[in-house]
């Protein structure tokens, strides 16, 4: 064990898009600003490396329904965290944005605003988006897959020549920007804010590797990490860059209990809060592309024939990303039927498929699966979340990371003020 290598770790509130346990007694109201605010304290008051907040720019529908478990009326990531600014003073604040939908020059400015008003905190979660309800929120309408990326570079670059000359001009033509401005930005505490990117893809790696100082990725088991991380940290070397100045984060919900049997009932009793009856049916249809509302979730998948003209259109959330509808369903019938699984019981499986992994066990247990995972090159760090929010992750404060600071793995206070100083990373 190389117990001088710090673990860097964040911690993650989501408001949509990912299964948390709305229902569940022991979880808060995060359409408050009270919760946003005891998330963030909390976090710093454990010395966590950042906050993110997971966000998307539309309600998760399938065939025009809302999934129940996902909550309306969220705030945008960015204002919420110019407030969460003026209560913290040294916890990263890692906002999303969407590189398909947003403007960069508007983005820069924002960030830039962010990054000195928190004092060097800010971090930017690059997303992009194939999601037609998404597009339908925007004039720029639906953008070709295949355009993503593409775009997405134009638009870290773009954003990167905005915040290295905030008062110089700035010249930039490529096929989706052409900006002729003086930009008037805010100057950086810390040279930039953090970027930070999921690919899973083989273009998504490419461009996380260019681009990114953070790699954010899914967790499965150590070996399933490894030849990720071997990939990536090798596309960093190949476009000239350290891989050492490049953190892969893998992102996983955690849950800890006093004794490992504690926790998994612990767990399981979160599952059944977020399967509520409708949920289960609006979640299993996008699989489907027809309405469930006729078959009660305790039985088994229905015997029915996908439509697939429907199907193909929700795409997001397959089981391990798989993105061809056919190939998504065959594999649900196989769990369901391997498992011996009711619909209820299969949404809580599948979530750990086609989402994040669910780190579930004792503090000893927790520990040991993190060191493991960074000391056997599967990642470099986490970033935790928990079902229930926005109080989940201080029993993961508590009881965790005391174990990883007696190992010399995390740190026992702030040693740093900007969030490249927490992470390591070059300014």
Not at 198 to 218: H, I, N
Not at 221 to 227: A, D, I, K
Request: hydrophobic share 40%; aromatic share 10%.
């Amino acid at each position: 064990m190389n117990s001088a290598r710090h673990i860097p770790i964040g911690s993650g509130l989501y408001s949509t898009g990912e299964p948390v346990a709305w229902a569940h007694p022991d979880s808060g109201d995060v359409i408050e600003f009270s919760a946003h605010r005891h998330f963030a304290t909390a976090a710093e008051a454990a010395k966590i490396d950042f906050m993110f907040y997971g966000e998307t720019l539309s309600m998760d529908e399938a065939d025009g329904k809302i999934i129940e478990s996902y909550s309306d009326g969220r705030f945008d990531s960015l204002t919420i965290y110019s407030a969460l600014a003026a209560v913290t003073s040294k916890v990263g604040l890692m906002a999303t944005i969407n590189t398909t939908y947003c403007d960069p020059y508007e983005l820069a400015h924002q960030y830039a605003s962010l990054d000195a008003i928190s004092g060097g905190r800010a971090g930017c979660n690059l997303v992009t988006s194939a999601d037609p309800t998404t597009a339908a929120n925007f004039t720029v309408g639906e953008v070709p897959r295949e355009e993503r990326y593409p775009r997405a570079s134009e638009f870290v670059e773009l954003t990167k020549r905005l915040w290295a000359s905030p008062a110089q001009g700035v010249s930039f033509h490529g096929k989706y920007f052409d900006v002729t401005t003086h930009a008037g930005l805010p100057q950086s505490p810390q040279g930039r804010p953090v970027l930070m990117q999921a690919g899973e893809s083989p273009a998504g790696r490419d461009f996380a590797a260019s681009s990114a100082d953070l790699v954010f990725t899914g967790f499965g088991s150590v070996e399933q990490g490894q030849p990720f991380y071997a990939d990536v940290k090798r596309r960093v070397a190949e476009h000239g860059r350290d891989p050492d100045a490049v953190k892969i984060m893998a992102a996983a919900f955690v849950h800890v209990g006093e004794t490992d049997a504690d926790a998994a009932a612990e767990f399981a009793e979160i599952q059944k809060s977020l399967a509520t009856p409708s949920m289960v049916r609006n979640y299993l249809g996008r699989y489907f592309g027809r309405d469930l509302s006729a078959y009660d979730v305790d039985d088994p998948l229905p015997d029915i024939e996908p439509d697939w003209q429907v199907a193909n259109v929700y795409t997001a959330n397959r089981i391990r990303g798989e993105r061809d509808p056919r190939k998504a369903f065959a594999q649900l019938k196989e769990i369901a039927e391997r498992e011996n699984l009711s619909m209820r019981q299969l949404v809580g499986r599948v979530f750990d498929d086609a989402l994040m992994a669910t780190i579930v066990g004792s503090p000893s247990t927790v520990a040991d699966l993190i060191e493991d995972a960074v000391d056997r090159r599967a990642v470099d760090g986490f970033a935790f979340s928990s079902s229930l929010q926005p109080y989940g992750m201080d029993r993961f404060y508590d009881l965790v990371l005391p174990i990883l600071r007696e190992r010399g793995r995390f740190r026992e206070d702030y040693t740093g003020s900007t969030l490249r100083e927490h992470l390591g990373l070059p300014a």
